[in-house]
T-cell receptor
């Protein structure tokens, strides 16, 4: 199984809503990531989790709150978002260890903030 | 932090011809360089990667070259086919022997294969 599964695939939310994006992998990867991708742009790193601990936060606004409940799951909690936060949110995972290895991406959640 | 420049932004080639995409990076500590292909509406997928202890790597019609001194790396696709049409991203990461760092991507190249 080389799948990273993200839910939901699409999400429309108002600026006062609270919602969560979910990501799951069963490849035994201990590094998990959130990326944000705007249209016609590259993915931009938001957060890195290593062994369920947040290791990198790329100065992301606090209205985005990541959570890693266990080694297979990664959540991104959203609150009070702005229309400019509309984007494709990609989760990825990779092995953690002595060498950087391939990052596997999920299909993404396409988020629209209205 | 790392900065990855990628050129060209759009590349149109005739089917059967070769395509070359070039990237440069700024952080000399970067030592892992993957290339991802992203078709419209789909997830990025790794097509090939190279580490800094290797100058060239080939996988069938795809090859990547790395010049550490000049801090640039290139993707070469030979005998292009219509299914090669997609956006290609180069990326760089630091493999420090422990601790995932995430990837810094180039801006992407839209490769168009003309029949």
């Amino acid at each position: 199984d080389t799948e990273v599964t993200q839910t939901p695939k699409h999400l429309v939310m108002g600026m006062t809503n609270k919602k969560s994006l979910k990501c799951e992998q069963h490849m035994g990867h201990r590094a998990m990531y959130w990326y944000k991708q705007k249209a016609k742009k590259p993915p931009e790193l938001m957060f890195v989790y290593s062994y369920e601990k947040l290791s990198i936060n790329e100065s992301v606004p606090s209205r985005f709150s990541p959570e890693c409940p266990n080694s297979s799951l990664l959540n991104l909690h959203l609150h009070a978002l702005q229309p400019e936060d509309s984007a494709l949110y990609l989760c990825a995972s990779s092995q953690e260890g002595a060498r950087v290895t391939e990052a596997f991406f999920g299909q993404g959640t396409r988020l629209t903030v209205v | 932090g790392e900065n990855v420049e990628q050129h060209p932004s759009t590349l149109s080639v005739q089917e059967g011809d070769s395509a070359v995409i070039k990237c440069t990076y700024s952080d000399s500590a970067s030592n892992y360089f993957p290339w991802y292909k992203q078709e419209l509406g789909k997830r990025p997928q790794l097509i090939i990667d190279i580490r800094s202890n290797v100058g060239e790597k080939k996988d069938q019609r795809i090859a990547v070259t790395l010049n550490k001194t000049a801090k640039h790396f290139s993707l070469h696709i030979t005998e292009t086919q219509p299914e090669d049409s997609a956006v290609y991203f180069c990326a760089a990461s630091i493999d420090s022997g422990g601790g995932a760092d995430g990837l810094t991507f180039g801006k992407g190249t839209h490769l168009i294969i003309q029949p």
